[in-house]
């Protein structure tokens, strides 16, 4: 029987790129993210170049009961995960502290680290009822430094780093692994997402430098589920060559 990998945020960026990846690998699917329509239509690719079986379920990460509901309402048998990519997220805004909007900051706590805990909570129980699992996070370079303006994301991506590391103690006598990926600048959505729309702004951060594009992290993803069974990666930074830490990228121009 094929293996079942769940992606949280797969309407998009380095959620839909690992859809791709995993179906490859002849995985079947559990997408989730709140926009249906694109759900519905990367299943069905997926379905015609990789004959993946493809469950979709949309809903938003920041509702405790909707996350719960979608997910216990699966059938049983796309209850035996076997990887769980915990990818959806966003930032909003960049703003210092002082400025911050009180909206922005609920809807990135709300979904970085509460969105990602209610998932986990449910999935996590399957996979100790399977007694095996993989749980990838999706952190950041924001998890391991802080940039400015950066601060409730930094925040946020700072709680995933830690929520890694304690999902993998209390995890660890079930047999299930516990990994994080923690990417510099990759160019998707995310931008977009922070600047409210702004394309031009957003386009602005990946200039004069080569980014990270989606596939480069899945591919990277895929490397870290891939392992031997003995073998886990806790924790992955990956960045652009161009760049060196959270602030310091070298642009041609
Ligand atoms: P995108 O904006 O391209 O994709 C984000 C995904 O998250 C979308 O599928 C979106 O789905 C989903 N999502 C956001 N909010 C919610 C919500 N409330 N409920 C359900 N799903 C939600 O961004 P990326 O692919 O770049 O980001 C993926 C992850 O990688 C995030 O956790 C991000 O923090 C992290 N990351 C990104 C980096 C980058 O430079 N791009 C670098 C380091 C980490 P929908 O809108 O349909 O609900
Ligand atoms: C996304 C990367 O540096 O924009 O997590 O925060 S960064």
């Given at each position: 029987m094929a293996k079942i990998a769940l992606i949280t945020g797969a309407t998009a960026g380095i959620g839909e790129a690992c859809a791709h990846t995993f179906a490859r690998e002849g995985y079947n699917l559990i997408l989730t993210g709140r926009r249906m329509d694109r759900l519905e239509q990367l299943a069905q690719h997926l379905n015609d170049k990789y004959n993946a079986e493809v469950a979709v379920s949309s809903f938003d990460i920041?509702?405790?009961?909707?996350?719960?509901?979608?997910?216990?309402?699966?059938?049983?048998?796309?209850?035996?995960?076997?990887?769980?990519?915990n990818?959806?997220?966003?930032?909003?805004?960049?703003?210092?502290?002082?400025?911050g909007s009180y909206d922005d900051w609920d809807t990135m706590i709300d979904t970085n680290i509460k969105g990602l805990l209610y998932v986990s909570r449910v999935v996590s129980n399957w996979m100790i009822t399977n007694g095996s699992g993989h749980i990838i996070n999706l952190g950041s370079i924001a998890g391991k430094e802080v940039?400015?303006?950066?601060?409730?994301y930094c925040a946020t991506k700072h709680?995933?780093?830690?929520?890694?590391?304690?999902?993998r103690l209390d995890?660890?006598?079930?047999?299930?692994?516990?990994?994080?990926?923690?990417?510099?600048?990759?160019?998707?959505?995310?931008?977009?997402?922070?600047?409210?729309g702004d394309k031009d702004r957003a386009k602005k951060v990946y200039e004069g430098f080569e980014p990270l594009v989606a596939v480069d992290v899945a591919e990277t993803i895929w490397f870290v589920a891939s392992r031997a069974a003995h073998i886990n990666i806790n924790d992955l930074v990956i960045m652009p060559t161009a760049q060196a830490s959270a602030t310091n990228i070298f642009r041609k121009h």
């Open positions: 920041r509702n405790r009961e909707q996350v719960v509901q979608h997910l216990e309402g699966l059938p049983a048998r796309w209850k035996k995960v076997d990887i769980l990519v990818n959806a997220g966003l930032s909003q805004g960049l703003d210092p502290i002082q400025n940039y400015p303006n950066g601060n409730v709680a995933v780093d830690a929520l890694n590391k304690g999902m995890l660890n006598d079930k047999g299930i692994r516990v990994s994080a990926i923690h990417p510099g600048a990759v160019e998707t959505e995310f931008s977009e997402v922070r600047f409210k």
